[in-house]
């Protein structure tokens, strides 16, 4: 087999953890396999790097800070090939220009366009294990950039997809995607193979495992992805196609986020163009909506409802009570204590019923839903941050995903 192995933060955080990184390596060259590592900077490095940048001056120039920031992973790189060679492993450290990443150039969060990946292929076939710099490449010009944070995982998946591997094994201090958040729920279980799109879901419902580029480019170009801990030999959990078999169950897990504020504007005057009033100042302020919903108009009248990070809130009410006054609406209301659970699965497409099914469990436990949306492989409602726990528990147990015994 041919493996794109990506190594997170912790997982190359101190010399030791890079010795326990190199037995990985080794373990599965020992199994007669090509290998291609990725790696991220040891944790910690990138933000003491921007940190650094930040204390000479508010406002340090993009190129210069994606100049600093790479070396985290140049650091990372070169200490596991070093720590390879001195096993007698041929392995080669290379940055993201050196791989072949060549991406456009927006600082901070560029894409990758192409990776001339002919080279590294050569060398894996040869029995060498490239060492590459997660998280970079260089522009046309040769300038270096990084692919915004959590970039690694993007780094590995293209290199997984330009040289062809059979898996891209990511090493991360998680054992996998579990039905949901053990912390909540104990019977939570660890979910074996995982759809790209229910993948998606979860990531960009707050489960920060994978940075959701990464599953996006995987699913393009069906490349498996494996999630796995560095520090537990067990299999984690397989990102991959969608097939019959995830079909059977009706939902795959409940994800839920916190990190919500929920803010209503009233009574606005309905005529076209209102929403796009509304949402271009908040999309022009960098802030990121998310659910939304616009009821009917009555008597001309329409109020629209939304859903920012608790984070912007402060801010967004500001650009809302602004607006108010411009658009002759009647009154804003927000509320910071909301947060969202969502079931996500698949089988949905298949199985009729369960947003009345998950209203039925939540009403049952007295949980008021303040908002719905809904999407073919999910149902999102936004509920009072104080039942978030309850919700995540009862939906949990109720669609059957609790554990046997634990
Ligand atoms: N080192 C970068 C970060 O901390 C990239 C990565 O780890 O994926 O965001
Ligand atoms: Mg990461």
Do not use: W
């Not at 508010?58 to 100049?67: F, M, S």
């Not at 579990?178 to 995982?194: G, L, N």
């Amino acid at each position: 087999m041919r493996i794109v192995q990506k190594f997170g933060g912790t997982s190359v955080g101190s010399l030791e953890r890079i010795g326990k990184t190199a037995d990985l390596v080794a373990a599965e060259l020992a199994q007669g396999n090509q290998v291609a590592v990725v790696v991220s900077a040891m944790s910690g490095e990138t933000n003491r790097l921007t940190s650094m940048a930040h204390e000479i001056c508010a406002q340090p120039a993009a190129r210069e800070l994606d100049a600093l920031v790479a070396t985290g992973e140049q650091v990372s790189a070169a200490l596991l090939a070093i720590e390879l060679q001195n096993r007698g492993i041929a392995a080669y450290s290379y940055s993201g220009g050196q791989a072949g990443f060549v991406t456009d150039s927006k600082h901070e969060r560029a894409r990758i366009k192409d990776i001339e990946g002919d080279h590294l292929l050569t060398r894996l076939q040869a029995g060498e294990v490239p060492v590459v710099t997660g998280f970079q490449g260089v522009d046309e010009q040769g300038n270096v950039t990084t692919l915004g944070r959590g970039g690694s995982d993007t780094s590995a998946v293209a290199l997984a997809i330009a040289v062809e591997a059979d898996v891209c094994d990511i090493y991360t201090d998680v054992d996998g995607i579990y039905t949901t958040d053990p912390r909540i729920v104990p019977k939570a279980r660890k979910i074996e193979r995982i759809a790209y799109e229910e993948m998606l879901e979860f990531a960009s419902l707050g489960a920060k495992v994978l940075q959701t580029r990464s599953v996006e480019l995987a699913m393009r170009y069906n490349m498996p992805l494996h999630l796995r801990s560095s520090f537990e030999p067990v299999a984690g959990t397989m990102v991959v196609q969608e097939d019959d078999s995830m079909e059977r169950a009706t939902i795959s897990g409940v994800a839920y986020n916190r990190d919500e504020a929920k803010i209503t504007i009233m009574g606005i005057p309905d005529q076209p163009g209102i929403a796009a009033n509304v949402f271009g100042p908040v999309a022009g302020a960098g802030i990121n909506v998310d659910v939304i919903v616009q009821n009917v108009s009555e008597q001309g009248y329409t109020d629209i409802t939304f859903t920012v990070p608790t984070g912007d809130y402060q801010q967004t009410m500001d650009i809302m009570r602004r607006l108010c006054k411009q658009m002759d609406a009647r009154d804003v209301k927000g509320d910071d204590s909301v947060a969202k659970v969502s079931v996500v699965g698949v089988g949905m497409r298949s199985h009729s019923g369960v947003a009345k099914d998950m209203f039925d469990i939540l009403a049952r436990e007295g949980v008021n839903i303040q908002m719905i949306t809904t999407s073919e492989i999910k149902i999102t409602v936004v509920i009072d941050e104080k039942y978030i726990e309850l919700a995540v528990r009862t939906l949990h147990s109720a669609f059957g995903l609790d554990a046997e015994d634990s």
